[in-house]
């Protein structure tokens, strides 16, 4: 490995899904890492794996021991991104389940220390998000918010809540690498 790269991770949000992979594309040296939920999405908004796996490896969660998480240990990721971010996953990472590759994707990154930054589809008690016909109003539950909430807390975690946001703090980490 010449130098460290950026773990990307899709749960199964559509949250503003278009976006959110139409920055990660402007990247470079990423990997891609797809929860089953994931892959079900990405199928749903029209959105092609194969334009994916032309500019990054993929990675999907087809193992119950989630064996790419190793590369944590040897220094391979820099930072680790998760948007957008189910509030399922969230949930689970806030009471420390690794019980799939995303999930333990962000447990061995926080042990390794190394940063991530996450985009929940759950920030507030009235929004707006996208749904495969388009906008919608959503109105996430009092304990959706509080997983989020109780997220921001967590150390080597930054929470974003919109795609400008996680545009500005995925630029700021990278600037930060270099």
């Excluded at 990675?59 to 930072?79: C, I, L, M, Q, W």
């Excluded at 991104?81 to 509030?87: D, G, K, L, N, Q």
């Excluded at 997983?147 to 946001?165: I, M, N, Q």
Aim: proline share 6%.
């Amino acid at each position: 490995m010449d130098k460290p790269r950026l773990a990307w991770a899709i749960t199964g949000s559509g949250h503003y899904i278009e976006e959110c992979l139409d920055f990660m594309l402007t990247l470079d040296e990423v990997d891609v890492y797809l929860s089953l939920a994931g892959e079900e999405v990405l199928k749903m908004y029209g959105i092609q794996l194969d334009d994916i796996r032309q500019k990054f490896p993929v990675y999907r969660d087809k193992t119950a021991s989630a064996p790419p998480v190793g590369h944590f240990y040897k220094g391979h990721y820099h930072t680790f991104v998760m948007a957008p971010t189910t509030s399922n996953t969230v949930a689970k990472c806030v009471l420390g389940i690794a019980d799939s590759l995303v999930t333990n994707l962000y447990s061995q990154a926080g042990k390794c220390k190394v940063p991530s930054i996450v985009y929940p589809c759950d920030i507030a008690p009235e929004m707006e998000t996208t749904a495969p016909g388009g906008k919608v109003m959503v109105y996430p539950r009092k304990i959706d918010l509080e997983g989020t909430a109780k997220l921001r807390t967590f150390e080597y975690t930054s929470v974003v809540e919109s795609v400008d946001e996680l545009i500005i703090t995925v630029k700021e980490r990278l600037k930060s690498l270099t």
